[in-house]
């Protein structure tokens, strides 16, 4: 080497001595953005190097991790496993709680806006073993001073009624059971008739005659004439009406979902839920007696008479009372049933 | 003609080294200097004559030492920039080395004492000189400098001939050996 160097030694001088020239100029001579080339040079130098390292280190980085360093991945696996298993149980359970919280809360803004009805809330817990039968049981009972032939409602519409107490349970008869028998009435015509169950999971209205125009959305509400359940309850709206023989046959899309109850409100008195609005208004027409007699409110449609009902296919069972077979109209206001004790 | 291409293995022991009054180099230098700039004021003759080129060609042929002519080369280059005022310094360094070591090499191994010898290594070393040069502003500067115009062809006849002249002079300076 050192043989070479002074065999070559002007040449190597030379090299020397205009590289280091070059390398003087580099330094004065600026390029764009005022960067001197000696340093544009060195980050092209440099770079390539970098690069080099980088892609070396991340290779080197990969290898390991990616193989040296997965010796604890399968035991750490499984830990994850299993607490994603633990956090997605978790899981469930706060959406069961929020579902079940949204619904005691809209159970609870219901009771509230009747205060002047006496209601229990309760859950259902069981239905019944019998596929043809539209029963089920909910967690009140008489010790809650729950009786027969009390309504069962939630804030969607009616369910059906108590047939049978036990002492911590009730029995509850859904609207859609053949046995079951409701007194209903058109909202918009006042028209009365009976919704029954079929055993289908929609009920029927019976009593309407072919005459009666009625449109699919048409509402149903209670007619009060059952003595269970208090006026103007959300029974349903029509889904199908078709002429029949005498009277049409008109299937009703139940408001209350009788296939998902969860929680539910028993009345314990058959007086009329008022909404606040409707209270609101009254008092409104109380306090401002005159001008309502300069306006009349536009009159309520008149109430056609009240449907002679089955009165055994309107009992919600064989040992519940004969709840009325006269029609609507010379029936008596029912009165609010205190809560039997 | 023939004696000006006599390059030889052989007839580089034979070949003399020539050898100055003491100062002698470092004062042509810089009057070469002092001229060319006193030069720069005639504008055009600056361009037409390099002194320095010449003094660095003139004293590598004659004393054939390939280092010391890298040297001299490249000092004579470097004090060029330093007096020039938009030259970078080390332009002309480059150059002027490269020519002080070639002009070194091929003194040692050719007959530089004829006219004709003189005139034709002038005239190449010119444009090997404008050719480093061009490189250098091209590569380092991105200035788009000519290798070859009418006008160099020109001003390389002019030096080699002036030249011719001035080494005939400085040959008066040499020390008997």
Same mark, same amino acid.
């Given at each position: 080497?050192?043989?070479?160097? %002074?065999?070559? $030694?002007?040449?190597?001088?030379?090299?020397?001595?205009?590289?280091?020239?070059?390398?003087?100029?580099?330094?004065?001579?600026?390029?764009?953005?005022?960067?001197?080339?000696?340093?544009?040079?060195?980050?092209?130098?440099?770079?390539?190097?970098?690069?080099?390292?980088?892609?070396?280190?991340?290779?080197?980085?990969?290898?390991?991790?990616?193989?040296?360093?997965?010796?604890?991945?399968?035991?750490?696996?499984?830990?994850?496993?299993?607490?994603?298993?633990?956090?997605?149980?978790?899981? $469930?359970?706060?959406?069961?709680?929020?579902?079940?919280?949204?619904?005691?809360?809209?159970?609870?803004?219901?009771?509230?806006?009747?205060?002047?009805?006496?209601?229990?809330?309760?859950?259902?817990?069981?239905? %019944?073993?019998?596929?043809?039968?539209?029963?089920?049981?909910? #967690?009140?009972?008489? $010790?809650?001073?729950?009786?027969?032939?009390?309504?069962?409602?939630?804030?969607?519409?009616?369910?059906?009624?108590?047939?049978?107490?036990?002492?911590?349970?009730?029995?509850?008869?859904?609207?859609?059971?053949?046995?079951?028998?409701?007194?209903?009435?058109?909202?918009?015509?006042?028209?009365?008739?009976?919704?029954?169950?079929?055993?289908?999971?929609?009920?029927?209205?019976?009593?309407?005659?072919?005459?009666?125009?009625?449109?699919?959305?048409?509402?149903?509400?209670?007619?009060?004439?059952?003595?269970?359940?208090?006026?103007?309850?959300?029974?349903?709206?029509?889904?199908?009406?078709?002429?029949?023989?005498?009277?049409?046959?008109?299937?009703?899309? &139940?408001?209350?979902?009788?296939?998902?109850?969860?929680?539910?409100?028993?009345?314990?008195?058959?007086?009329?839920?008022?909404?606040?609005?409707?209270?609101?208004?009254?008092?409104?027409?109380?306090?401002?007696?005159?001008? %309502?007699?300069?306006?009349?409110?536009?009159? &309520?449609?008149?109430?056609?008479?009240?449907?002679?009902?089955?009165? #055994?296919?309107?009992?919600?069972?064989?040992?519940?009372?004969?709840?009325?077979?006269?029609?609507?109209?010379?029936?008596?206001? &029912?009165?609010?049933?205190?809560?039997? $004790? | 003609?023939?004696?000006?291409?006599?390059?030889?293995?052989?007839?580089?022991?034979?070949?003399?080294? /020539?050898?100055?009054?003491?100062?002698? +180099?470092?004062?042509?230098?810089?009057?070469?200097?002092?001229?060319?700039?006193?030069?720069?004021?005639? *504008?055009?003759?600056?361009?037409?004559?390099? !002194?320095?080129?010449?003094?660095?060609?003139?004293?590598?042929?004659?004393?054939?030492?390939? +280092?010391?002519?890298?040297?001299?080369? *490249?000092? +004579?280059?470097?004090?060029?920039?330093?007096?020039?005022?938009?030259?970078?310094?080390?332009?002309?360094?480059?150059?002027?080395?490269?020519?002080?070591?070639?002009?070194?090499?091929?003194?040692?191994?050719?007959?530089?004492? /004829?006219?004709?010898?003189?005139?034709?290594?002038?005239?190449?070393?010119?444009?090997?000189?404008?050719?480093? !040069?061009?490189?250098?502003?091209?590569?380092? =500067?991105?200035?788009?400098?000519?290798?070859?115009? =009418?006008? =160099?062809?020109?001003?390389?006849?002019?030096?080699?001939?002036?030249?011719?002249?001035?080494?005939?002079?400085?040959?008066?300076?040499?020390?008997?050996?």
């Amino acid at each position: 080497m050192i043989d070479t160097f %002074s065999r070559h $030694r002007p040449l190597a001088l030379l090299a020397t001595v205009v590289l280091a020239q070059v390398l003087l100029l580099a330094f004065q001579i600026k390029r764009e953005n005022n960067v001197r080339l000696i340093r544009y040079w060195a980050v092209e130098l440099m770079t390539p190097l970098e690069r080099a390292g980088t892609w070396t280190f991340s290779h080197v980085g990969g290898i390991w991790s990616g193989y040296v360093g997965l010796r604890n991945t399968r035991a750490e696996n499984e830990r994850l496993r299993n607490d994603v298993n633990t956090l997605r149980l978790r899981n $469930r359970e706060l959406e069961s709680e929020s579902a079940e919280a949204h619904r005691l809360e809209t159970l609870l803004n219901f009771k509230e806006a009747h205060m002047e009805a006496p209601m229990l809330p309760a859950q259902v817990i069981g239905a %019944s073993a019998d596929p043809t039968s539209h029963t089920l049981f909910i #967690n009140r009972g008489e $010790r809650d001073r729950v009786r027969r032939n009390m309504g069962v409602i939630t804030p969607d519409g009616v369910v059906g009624k108590i047939v049978e107490v036990f002492p911590s349970t009730a029995q509850v008869l859904l609207i859609n059971d053949k046995d079951s028998g409701v007194g209903a009435l058109f909202a918009a015509s006042r028209t009365h008739g009976v919704v029954k169950g079929s055993g289908d999971p929609q009920p029927h209205m019976d009593y309407v005659i072919n005459e009666e125009k009625l449109q699919p959305g048409d509402v149903i509400v209670t007619s009060g004439e059952d003595r269970i359940f208090p006026k103007d309850l959300l029974i349903g709206t029509v889904d199908v009406a078709k002429p029949g023989n005498p009277f049409q046959i008109i299937a009703v899309q &139940p408001a209350a979902r009788l296939d998902r109850l969860e929680d539910v409100i028993v009345l314990l008195s058959q007086q009329e839920l008022l909404s606040k609005k409707s209270e609101e208004a009254s008092d409104a027409s109380d306090v401002a007696p005159a001008q %309502s007699a300069a306006q009349p409110a536009t009159p &309520p449609p008149p109430k056609t008479s009240g449907v002679v009902t089955d009165p #055994n296919k309107f009992k919600p069972a064989a040992a519940a009372p004969v709840q009325s077979t006269a029609p609507a109209s010379k029936t008596p206001a &029912p009165k609010p049933r205190a809560p039997q $004790r | 003609m023939s004696y000006m291409l006599n390059v030889s293995a052989h007839s580089e022991p034979n070949v003399e080294v /020539h050898k100055f009054y003491g100062g002698t +180099i470092v004062g042509t230098v810089l009057l070469a200097l002092v001229f060319q700039a006193f030069l720069h004021k005639y *504008g055009r003759w600056s361009e037409l004559i390099d !002194l320095p080129l010449l003094v660095t060609i003139y004293f590598g042929v004659s004393r054939r030492n390939p +280092i010391s002519g890298l040297f001299l080369g *490249g000092a +004579i280059g470097i004090l060029q920039d330093a007096l020039s005022h938009d030259n970078p310094i080390g332009m002309y360094g480059i150059a002027k080395t490269l020519v002080g070591y070639l002009a070194s090499s091929v003194g040692a191994r050719i007959d530089t004492e /004829h006219p004709l010898s003189r005139f034709g290594l002038i005239f190449l070393f010119f444009h090997f000189h404008q050719a480093i !040069l061009a490189v250098t502003q091209r590569v380092l =500067l991105n200035h788009s400098a000519p290798f070859f115009t =009418l006008h =160099l062809f020109i001003d390389s006849l002019v030096t080699a001939a002036f030249g011719v002249v001035l080494f005939a002079l400085l040959d008066r300076l040499r020390r008997n050996s």
